[in-house]
Every structure is written in C-alpha cells, then in structure tokens.
T-cell receptor, first 113, second 117 residues
C-alpha cells in the first residue's frame, strides 16, 4: 500500500526531554511537511522540505528541528525548548511544486508532563 | 463559517439532508482551495479542491463553490450520511513567492459536522 506512516500513534514524555517523531512515505513525493494541531484549531506549519538535504522553517519552528537525509523520511524532533509541546502532530507529503496536493499521515499525539 | 478561538462552528443535520459548510479565506492571490475531512484521532483526508479560476466543481456527493468577490468558499454534501460526521477544514494554497517553487497551505479552524440517524 502506498501512503504515509507516522509512529508511534501515542507518545508520552517528561518535560525537559527531547523526542523524535517518525514520518515515512512511499509515494515517491519530493516535498514533506510537519504540522501541529491543537484542540479546536486548524493545522499550523512547523517545517517543510522540498528536496533531500534541504528544509525550511514554517510558521512555528521554534523549539523544533528536522532532518531530511532520505527522500522517504522526514523525522521531527521536539526539543526541550518547545514551551508547549503537547499536541497532535501531522506529517504530510506532496509532489514537487504541488503544495496544494498534500497527503497526510495518521498523526502522532504527543503528551508531555 | 470560520471563527477565532477554541469553539469550532458546528453543523448538525439529519441523515439524508444536504449539508453546507462555509469558509472565508484571506488571500486573494491563493491559487487553489482544498477541503479536508478529519475524523477524530486521524489525519486529514482530501475531499475536493478547486482552482481559483473556477467557480464550481463537483465530485461524488460533494460540490465546492468559490466566490472570489467576497473570498468565500463552501462545501456542499448531498444526502449526508452518519459516516460524514467529522471536522471539515478548508485550506488555501498561497502561490510560491518569487525565487521559490514552494507554495504554502493555510488552514481554517474547521467546522464540526454531526449527522444524526
């Protein structure tokens, strides 16, 4: 099956710890994205990558870091510098130049206590 | 339509009725508008999109209308079913800035649709 996978579905961490969320796609898409969703709100862009070994900050990048070493993978690290890390994190991918054609993964719900 | 804050707009309908979900967008330069459906605990699922040079587009049981004069987008669902219950988001795609090939999606806050059997 082609698609986007995110793991784990639920993640719990103590405050002050870094945590890495996984995102893998086998759609052969060049572009990948990370969004954050808070209760009752829409999606906000954290980071995006148009091509391997390149990525740019989105609207709320502070406290997050990413890497894009492989086309299929775009892991997101939530660092201890992120003040309110508890949220639902969504990964998406799209063909190059078609940001309007994004396909989303199932999401990871991160809870930091 | 969309609203600011934590209280999402809600729409309750009876099974079999038609549903209309509205969205106001902000950027007159957006070139695509997309509707997503999100069920609880899942990622958004693409429903339908419309290019900015169109006024109407139809899919299976869904129709999207675009009014650029008032920057308004609507999603019509015919013969609404209980399985249509979800949060519906509109998104606008901003054209790439000069020197980049990257467009950007901006999402609305969503509307909760509840379909009663």
């Amino acid at each position: 099956d082609g698609g986007i996978t995110q793991s784990p579905k639920y993640l719990f961490r103590k405050e002050g710890q870094n945590v890495t969320l996984s995102c893998e796609q086998n759609l052969n898409h060049d572009a990948m994205y990370w969004y954050r969703q808070d209760p009752g709100q829409g999606l906000r862009l954290i980071y995006y990558s148009q091509i391997v070994n390149d990525f740019q900050k989105g609207d709320i990048a502070e406290g997050y870091s990413v890497s894009r070493e492989k086309k299929e993978s775009f892991p997101l690290t939530v660092t201890s510098a992120q003040k309110n890390p508890t949220a639902f994190y969504l990964c998406a991918s799209s063909p190059s130049g078609s940001s309007y054609e994004q396909y989303f993964g199932p999401g990871t719900r991160l809870t930091v206590t | 339509g969309e609203s600011v804050g934590l209280h999402l707009p809600t729409l309750s309908v009876q099974e079999g009725d038609n549903s209309i979900i509205n969205c106001a967008y902000s950027n007159s330069a957006s070139d695509y508008f997309i509707w997503y459906k999100q069920e609880s605990g899942k990622g958004p699922q693409f429903i339908i999109d419309i290019r900015s040079n169109m006024d109407k587009r139809q899919g299976q049981r869904v129709t999207v209308l675009l009014n650029k004069t008032v920057k308004h987008l609507s999603l019509q669902i015919a013969a609404t079913q209980p399985g249509d219950s979800a949060v519906y988001f509109c998104a606008e795609n901003h054209r790439p800035e000069r020197g980049t090939s990257y467009g950007k999606l901006t999402f609305g806050q969503g509307t909760i649709l509840t379909v009663h059997p």
